[in-house]
């Protein structure tokens, strides 16, 4: 077992159920998604676009446990997203509260805190968080709130 | 000592060692034929293992019967294989000091709402004792917050200096003796939302799931006014670091 390479834990006021959904299903991600809202599901991968015809990402499932764990490939079509990579997401239930982590694995390149895919996870959970305790769809972009 | 082991590193010697384990007391005659052996092999390993000490013999009319002597072989247990378990103890005393360890930490997250609100519910008590996961009392002494629970206090955040983008504490342990460490919030507006970062400095590595979980609280109380605490409770489910199975 290979260690990850980045890890990001956060707690949200959920229920498993809507977690689950907050994650998997591409027109509530697009609600939330600090970079797009063109996303769609093409068998059983996720695929990013910035804009129609403009591919971001694809996010292949390797593996789904239904409201426990995901397993997915990340692979980025952005300059310099460097070469695919995979990453897991651990959903747990604690009391009226959800724990959730991700863990990045096979980078090849280094995590700065703060730049790169760091940033970006920060920010995709942040508007996790929002879009679930608030039901409000704020796009935590550097750019600031659309 | 020495010979203890050289009486052990015969095959033949530990076979006769097992067959007496397997029944005490043995003749010369019973212990040939369990292990195929010639008599004289048998009488010349058993004159190995007597000097060693390892079985000792009893002598009753025309038979000669021989037992196992633990005690030797206890001493050098004690003596070779107890320092290599305190070598484990050592790895644990290792792990200790690793968790132990100062180092610093960064967190960031991302809040629906102004630095001003964000520096505000840092310096308040009542927001404090609303978010804080640890807390459910929280007074204000000067610069310096108290945080307590159940009465005890757990800690003391007292505000050192504040900066445009930044607020700087020094955060005081009282829920264990551990020595004061420093803070700093750094606040980036983006538009509508902050960038919110804590850089703990000399911290331990067990802090950081408490930050995570009062970031948590701070986000959640700011975005929807709620008083939410994250605490920790008995997981439904194994850690999540122990549910990774991919090769």
């Given at each position: 077992m290979m260690k990850p390479d980045y890890v990001l834990q956060t707690y949200i006021h959920c229920t498993l159920d809507a977690l689950w959904d907050a994650l998997t299903d591409p027109a509530t991600i697009a609600r939330y998604h600090f970079l797009t809202e063109h996303i769609s599901r093409d068998g059983t991968t996720t695929r990013y676009a910035f804009?129609?015809?403009q591919p971001m990402m694809d996010m292949r499932d390797i593996r789904l446990d239904p409201k426990t764990r995901i397993e997915q490939t990340f692979e980025p079509h952005w300059e310099g997203g460097g070469a695919p990579s995979r990453v897991v997401y651990h959903l747990r239930e604690e009391g009226a509260v959800c724990a959730l982590t991700l863990e990045h694995y096979d980078l090849t390149f280094p995590v700065v805190h703060g730049e790169g895919v760091a940033d970006g996870w920060a920010r995709l959970f942040a508007g996790l968080k929002t879009y679930l305790e608030t039901g409000e769809a704020i796009r935590f972009g550097s750019a600031g709130a659309s | 000592m020495d010979a203890i082991f050289k009486a052990m590193a015969d095959p033949a010697r530990r076979n006769l060692l097992d067959a007496l384990r397997a029944?005490?007391?043995?003749t010369l005659t019973a212990l040939g034929g369990r292990l195929e052996m010639t008599r004289f092999g048998v009488m010349k390993h058993l004159a190995v293992l007597e000097e060693a000490g390892l079985i000792t013999t009893l002598k009753r009319g025309r038979f000669k019967y021989h037992y196992l002597n633990p005690v030797p072989l206890q001493e050098a247990l004690d003596r070779w294989i107890a320092p290599m378990a305190r070598a484990t103890t050592r790895g644990v005393l290792d792990l200790k000091a690793q968790l132990e360890r100062r180092e610093t930490l960064t967190l960031t997250t991302f809040i629906a709402a102004p630095p001003a609100r964000i520096r505000g519910a840092l310096r308040s008590s009542e927001a404090q004792a609303a978010f804080?996961?640890?807390?459910d009392a929280v007074t204000r002494e000067g610069a310096a917050l108290h945080f307590f629970r159940g009465g005890a206090k757990m800690l003391t955040i007292e505000e050192t200096r504040e900066t445009e983008t930044t607020l700087e504490a020094r955060f005081t342990p009282r829920w264990a003796d551990l020595p004061p460490s420093d803070l700093i919030h750094h606040f980036t507006a983006e538009g509508a939302h902050t960038k919110f970062t804590l850089v703990h400095h000399d911290?331990?590595?067990?802090m950081a799931d408490g930050w995570r979980r009062t970031l948590a609280g701070l986000k959640t109380y700011l975005e929807t006014g709620a008083s939410l605490k994250f605490r920790a409770s008995p997981?439904?489910?194994?850690?999540p670091s122990e549910q990774e199975t991919h090769p």
């Open positions: 804009a129609p015809g | 029944e005490d007391g043995q804080s996961f640890m807390a911290a331990t590595q067990d997981p439904a489910a194994p850690d």
